[in-house]
Nanobody, 118 residues
Framework: QVQLVESGGGLVQPGGSLRLSCAAS????????MGWYRQAPGKQREWVAT???????NYADATKGRFTISRDNAENTVYLQVNNLKPEDTAVYYC????????????WGQGTQVTVSS
């Protein structure tokens, strides 16, 4: 059974930082591209960042320079360091695992809430 469990969300003031984690089980973690997405109230889910099996990272324009995605294959965990948070970053952040060649092997976590407010 595949499980992706996010953690690390919370309430933070503008300009603050958080480190989100996503622990994966039930998959061969190293052969999955890992990603973070987010969904704000009343909006569609949007892509935030992706890190490939070779640890190449890509970011959405809205988060580039403030967010850093990383992965630890030994711990089956992907991280998202989020800095200089803005109120518009408020959303539920979801972890995604996409098999490197089989698009049917696509999994989601349950999400972790990030709220940026003073």
């Amino acid at each position: 059974q595949v499980q992706l469990v996010e953690s690390g969300g919370g309430l933070v003031q503008p300009g603050g930082s958080l480190r989100l984690s996503c622990a994966a089980s039930g998959i061969i973690f190293s052969i999955y591209t890992m990603g973070w997405y987010r969904q704000a109230p009343g909006k569609q889910r949007e892509w935030v960042a992706t890190i490939t099996t070779r640890k190449n990272a890509n970011y959405a324009d809205a988060t580039k320079g403030r967010f850093t995605i990383s992965r630890d294959n030994a711990e089956n965990t992907v991280y998202l360091q989020v800095n200089n948070l803005k109120p518009e970053d408020t959303a539920v952040y979801y972890c995604n695992a996409q098999h490197f060649s089989d698009q049917n092997r696509d999994y989601w976590g349950q999400g972790t809430q990030v709220t940026v407010s003073s």
